[in-house]
């Protein structure tokens, strides 16, 4: 966690400087005002208003069902509890997989009604271009996410440890280095072996984001 706990608005530069710095970025999860406002006074750097608010308060068994209506109402309450977190919004199944120009959209929409700081997406080099979109031509911080992707878990064998053997860990990798190249500022790493979290944080200018992914990784879930 930052050291200052002040009301100063984390920026996607500040995280890099404490991935420069050696200093554990901390990010949550929240989906309403009161959960929102005491993140924010404890000081963490990052909140995800996550499509999980399917699993956690929605009623879904999956995050397939979460709309991107849902993550701006959700988040649009929590932004408003906000004075120093980066908020991030998750884009939701098939918010971003149809074509970079929709991507870009959803993800406007996001920024413009949800009022958050910046979006996440999941999935490797198969979306850098859309990555790419968001962040180039909308100006638009996306954060990365690879290892278990829960909207793809069904294909990935269900909610499993990934990239555990050389073939698999190999394309996470260079999933993780085509990201940066695209420009996202962050990357979470979800189950993936703690060696593996290890090797791409290091290979990695942009900071990392574990969840379940070990203790090497520059911030936590």
Do not use: W
Not at 78 to 96: E, L, N, W
Not at 101 to 115: D, F, T
Not at 183 to 207: D, H, N, S, W
């Amino acid at each position: 966690m930052a050291q200052s706990q002040g009301q100063e608005k984390i920026t996607v530069l500040e995280l890099q400087r404490m991935k420069e710095r050696g200093e554990k970025i901390c990010m949550i999860t929240a989906y309403d005002y009161p959960t929102a406002l005491l993140v924010d006074k404890v000081g963490l750097e990052l909140i995800l208003v996550g499509d999980s608010v399917g699993n956690t308060v929605l009623g879904y068994d999956s995050t397939i069902p979460v709309e991107l209506e849902d993550i701006i109402y959700h988040a649009r309450a929590v932004t408003r509890a906000v004075k120093r977190a980066f908020v991030v919004g998750d884009m939701p199944f098939m918010s971003f997989n149809i074509s970079p120009e929709e991507a870009l959209r959803n993800a406007g929409r996001l920024i413009k009604e949800g009022l958050v700081d910046g979006v996440k997406l999941e999935g490797g080099s198969e979306v850098a271009d859309i990555v790419e979109k968001i962040v180039r031509r909308g100006g638009i911080p996306v954060m990365g996410h690879i290892g278990l992707t829960p909207q793809r878990a069904s294909q990935l064998g269900g909610f499993k440890v990934q990239g555990k053997d050389k073939d698999k860990a190999k394309k996470l990798l260079e999933d993780a280095k085509v990201l940066e190249e695209a420009g996202v500022f962050a990357l979470v790493l979800e189950c993936v072996p703690y060696q593996l979290a290890k090797l791409i944080t290091e290979r990695l200018k942009i900071p990392t984001i574990g969840i379940g992914a070990g203790p090497y990784c520059d911030g936590q879930v």
